[in-house]
């Protein structure tokens, strides 16, 4: 036994030596440091954008590149009107309206033209009203052979004669037309006129291409949301929904517009056709005035007095809590368009010094700055097909 533990003892010298030359082949070999957890550096940068933009600049309509390069004068009579830009689905014409200045700038007559932008020709005058009528929003048909617009005329907030969209009070209404691209007689679009008499404004085309939103109303101030069924050549009126301005998504049959919101304010509500309840988007102190769906349709920009906001849709949910906020001190901008990738928004710029009015392009990532594209530019509006 006594020589058994002899042996045990002699042996543990030699495994701690042993040990001791493991430790130290191990420290001569070099470790690698751990890998670090800290995220890499990522420069955020704005694509190029080759998609044609349409704006109107000193009374005529501008076409150019995404970036403001390239810039075309379309010439046509009269001084175009810049509510009243409208692409194509296929994004090779472009339709607007213009109104002879030398007579009445409020009366018209008003005249439809169409440039076939892709060709680079001139635009064509497929149709002249009437003084004291005059045009209001077009929107193409959904293979582009037609123009849809209402032509309707009454008087101003001064009680002046005033045609279309110039018109706050309305008298004559020639109803909802579909104008032939090419020219020629205009046709009804709807069998039965609205309740309310009143003309169809604003009208813009679903994504299925199968009706169309717009707002039905004896003034502006008492206007309320209309659904035109193409097919079925007939309206339905929704007396509780107050709008001024509609819009649909461009991948869902919602609808968003402007109603009342909190002091008789402009609010931002979405909207599905047939649901008995809608989703206010914003309700501010300020009184909204422009807005527009993303290419996507998961986010909306909205003007909101001084400020320039951009609504994120969360789980397809309304309202939503991620907003962003792109703002310039001492500055009014409308007219949001966004870019087809939906990473950045050109806008109307205004600044309350008086200077003239320009278009810039905001990125959502509110670190980089915002820059002119077009000076004295109103109204921008990108090509996005359907």
Same mark, same amino acid.
């Not at 045990?8 to 470790?31: D, F, K, Q, S, Y």
């Not at 694509?47 to 000193?58: D, F, G, N």
């Given at each position: 036994m006594l020589q058994r533990n002899a042996l045990r003892w002699a042996a543990i010298p030699l495994l701690a030596g042993a040990c001791a030359a493991a430790t130290i082949g191990c420290r001569a070999r070099p470790v690698p440091p751990p890998p670090s957890r800290a995220r890499p550096e990522t420069k955020y940068e704005l694509r190029p954008v080759t998609t044609p933009l349409?704006? $109107? %600049?000193?009374?005529? !309509?501008? $076409?150019?590149?995404?970036?403001?390069?390239? /810039? *075309?004068?379309?010439?046509?009579?009269g001084a175009a009107v810049p509510e009243s830009l409208a692409w194509s689905? &296929?994004? *090779?014409?472009?339709? #607007?309206?213009? !109104?002879? @200045?030398? /007579? &009445?700038p409020l009366a018209g007559p008003f005249r439809l033209c169409v440039a076939d932008v892709a060709s680079n020709g001139d635009p064509a005058v497929i149709y002249t009203s009437d003084r004291g009528l005059g045009g209001d929003v077009p929107v193409f048909s959904p293979n582009g052979a037609e123009v849809y617009a209402s032509v309707y005329g009454g008087r101003n907030d001064e009680g002046k004669t005033a045609g279309g969209l110039f018109a706050k009070q309305f008298s004559r209404d020639l109803g909802l037309l579909g104008f032939p691209v090419g020219g020629g007689r205009p046709r009804s679009l709807i069998d039965r006129r609205p309740a309310t008499r009143g003309p169809l404004r604003w009208p813009d085309l679903s994504p299925d291409g199968k009706q169309l939103v717009a707002i039905s109303g004896q003034s502006v101030a008492h206007g309320h949301l209309a659904i035109i069924d193409l097919a079925a050549r007939d309206t339905q009126e929704y007396r509780d929904r107050a709008a001024f301005i509609a819009q649909w998504c461009p991948r869902a049959l919602r609808v968003a517009y402007l109603g009342p919101g909190k002091d008789r304010m402009r609010g931002l509500r979405v909207w599905t056709p047939g649901a008995t309840t809608d989703a206010v988007v914003a309700a501010g102190l300020q009184p909204l005035a422009t807005f527009a769906w993303s290419p996507g349709g998961r986010a909306i920009a909205y003007t909101d007095g001084w400020r320039y906001l951009v609504q994120v849709e969360q789980r397809h949910q309304w309202p939503s809590r991620l907003r962003k906020s792109l703002r310039t001190p001492g500055a009014v901008y409308l007219?949001?368009?966004?870019?087809? =990738?939906?990473?950045?928004? +050109?806008?109307?710029?205004? /600044?309350?010094?008086?200077? /003239?009015? !320009?278009? %810039? @392009? &905001?990125?959502? &990532?509110?670190?980089?700055?915002?820059? =002119?594209? +077009?000076?004295?530019? $109103?109204?921008?509006? #990108?090509? $996005?097909?359907?």
């Amino acid at each position: 036994m006594l020589q058994r533990n002899a042996l045990r003892w002699a042996a543990i010298p030699l495994l701690a030596g042993a040990c001791a030359a493991a430790t130290i082949g191990c420290r001569a070999r070099p470790v690698p440091p751990p890998p670090s957890r800290a995220r890499p550096e990522t420069k955020y940068e704005l694509r190029p954008v080759t998609t044609p933009l349409a704006c $109107v %600049k000193e009374g005529a !309509v501008y $076409v150019m590149d995404g970036e403001g390069n390239n /810039q *075309r004068r379309l010439s046509a009579p009269g001084a175009a009107v810049p509510e009243s830009l409208a692409w194509s689905p &296929d994004t *090779r014409r472009l339709a #607007f309206w213009t !109104v002879d @200045r030398t /007579q &009445d700038p409020l009366a018209g007559p008003f005249r439809l033209c169409v440039a076939d932008v892709a060709s680079n020709g001139d635009p064509a005058v497929i149709y002249t009203s009437d003084r004291g009528l005059g045009g209001d929003v077009p929107v193409f048909s959904p293979n582009g052979a037609e123009v849809y617009a209402s032509v309707y005329g009454g008087r101003n907030d001064e009680g002046k004669t005033a045609g279309g969209l110039f018109a706050k009070q309305f008298s004559r209404d020639l109803g909802l037309l579909g104008f032939p691209v090419g020219g020629g007689r205009p046709r009804s679009l709807i069998d039965r006129r609205p309740a309310t008499r009143g003309p169809l404004r604003w009208p813009d085309l679903s994504p299925d291409g199968k009706q169309l939103v717009a707002i039905s109303g004896q003034s502006v101030a008492h206007g309320h949301l209309a659904i035109i069924d193409l097919a079925a050549r007939d309206t339905q009126e929704y007396r509780d929904r107050a709008a001024f301005i509609a819009q649909w998504c461009p991948r869902a049959l919602r609808v968003a517009y402007l109603g009342p919101g909190k002091d008789r304010m402009r609010g931002l509500r979405v909207w599905t056709p047939g649901a008995t309840t809608d989703a206010v988007v914003a309700a501010g102190l300020q009184p909204l005035a422009t807005f527009a769906w993303s290419p996507g349709g998961r986010a909306i920009a909205y003007t909101d007095g001084w400020r320039y906001l951009v609504q994120v849709e969360q789980r397809h949910q309304w309202p939503s809590r991620l907003r962003k906020s792109l703002r310039t001190p001492g500055a009014v901008y409308l007219w949001p368009t966004w870019t087809p =990738d939906g990473r950045a928004i +050109v806008y109307e710029y205004h /600044q309350t010094s008086g200077a /003239q009015s !320009v278009l %810039k @392009r &905001d990125s959502l &990532d509110t670190t980089i700055a915002a820059r =002119d594209l +077009v000076a004295g530019g $109103v109204r921008p509006l #990108f090509a $996005v097909s359907r």
